[in-house]
């Protein structure tokens, strides 16, 4: 393993920001680093987000992960159920354990955190990573659709 994961705080946003940036990109965002870097930012400085990053003997960051806790009405745990909202590895190193590093480590907060589980999305079309998900234990929901209901963007206040 030529890379350590680790936790990524408030001081780490200019590492991060670029991926977070790229992530969007891959999702057909315009690229924007000023909202990548303003946006990660005020995640970690609220504390809003659990944020690993992946990086390589240099330093260089190669990947990212980004949970965010939440709670299930239904099982009505006091732990919560971390979504897993953002994983994203530059492409040269995918491939390469990368991922699986993150989404491992990504485990280990919900367990210690004494969740009731994680839970994701992604593109129907990103088949590489629903492979990884599917290796590492995840399952694909067959119970419940999702539906979402989504808002005009709105230039933010000046």
């Known amino acids: 393993m030529d890379f350590v994961v680790r936790r990524a705080g408030v001081e780490d946003v200019d590492i991060v920001a670029p991926l977070f940036d790229a992530y969007r990109v891959f999702y057909k965002q315009r690229s924007d680093p000023g909202l990548a870097a303003a946006f990660v930012g005020d995640r970690l400085r609220r504390g809003e987000s659990a944020l690993f990053v992946a990086e390589d003997p240099d ?3 190669v990947g990212f992960v980004q ?3 939440a709670f299930s009405s239904t099982d009505a745990a006091p732990g919560p159920l971390w979504l897993l909202n ?3 590895v530059v492409e040269e ?3 390469n354990g990368v991922g699986r590093a993150l989404l491992e480590r990504a485990e280990r907060l919900a367990r210690e955190s004494g969740a009731v589980g994680l839970t994701l999305s992604t593109a129907v079309d990103n088949l590489r990573a629903q492979r990884l ?8 929901e067959t119970v419940f659709f999702t539906y979402n209901l989504t808002f005009a963007k ?3 206040a000046p």
């Open 86 to 88: 953002d994983l994203y």
């Open 154 to 156: 709105t230039e933010p």
């Open 133 to 140: 998900y599917e290796a590492m234990g995840y399952r694909r």
């Open 59 to 61: 330093g260089e960051a």
């Open 93 to 95: 190193r995918r491939r």
């Open 67 to 69: 949970l965010y806790p």
